[in-house]
């Protein structure tokens, strides 16, 4: 069972997703939050899984929240997905660096909430590694100041050179299935050398490749 915690501060918002979430035998909603700082006392309360973490909230905003639950060693296996009203929000970013594992938009349709909930708790990048891709590559692009100077590839100097191009590819919004095609090896030969990259970099899941990717200038925007 996937445990998840909703954050968010309009109620009925988070009445909506409950009975969305607990109508799926496979979840169940353990708590509400109307500001970050109670999310993050219902994740270590309640054991949660998954955070559905709106970053607008009066109080502790989600992003002050999400830092505290992947900055906390108890609480490593929590993925948050940050909930955002409109498809580029400036703080995704900034979120996704802070150790969120991805972004879904509050007008998606149910069942894309309800996959974004599963691929979170398996630890991988929501929704599609292309979508997070492009927010990322959309700010840099525009010079996003709170960014490591791209480029700066010492980051990268643990990884093998089979464990960078993976990391391109991860980058550059493939799956493990394209990737595998594309280097002709298997899909778990290719999840070993994600897994490896990501302990190498310090990375929770996917979605923090894709943003080291392009921080070291591994990938550039536009590709």
Do not use: W
Not at 65 to 81: E, K, M
Not at 129 to 151: C, E, M, N, Y
Not at 190 to 207: F, I, P, Y
């Amino acid at each position: 069972m996937i445990r998840v915690v909703l954050a968010d501060d309009h109620a009925l918002l988070r009445s909506a997703f409950r009975i969305l979430v607990d109508s799926e035998p496979d979840l169940t909603v353990v708590g509400e939050a109307s500001d970050g700082a109670e999310a993050v006392a219902l994740v270590r309360e309640q054991r949660a899984d998954v955070v559905l973490m709106d970053i607008r909230m009066p109080g502790t905003d989600g992003m002050t929240a999400t830092r505290a639950i992947t900055q906390d060693p108890g609480l490593a296996g929590v993925r948050v997905v940050i909930l955002t009203t409109f498809e580029v929000d400036e703080y995704v970013v900034e979120a996704l660096r802070a150790g969120a594992s991805g972004f879904l938009g509050k007008g998606a349709e149910p069942g894309e909430l309800l996959q974004a909930i599963r691929v979170a708790a398996k630890g991988e990048a929501l929704l599609s590694p292309a979508a997070t891709k492009g927010l990322i590559a959309r700010f840099l692009s525009q010079g996003d100041t709170t960014a490591p100077a791209v480029g700066d590839a010492s980051r990268l100097d643990g990884l093998t050179g089979r464990e960078r191009e993976v990391l391109a590819s991860v980058g550059a919004g493939l799956s493990n299935d394209e990737i595998a095609e594309e280097l002709k090896v298997s899909p778990l030969t290719v999840k070993t050398h994600v897994n490896r990259a990501m302990a190498k970099l310090g990375a929770r899941d996917r979605a923090q490749l894709v943003v080291v990717a392009y921080e070291t200038g591994l990938v550039r925007p536009g590709r």
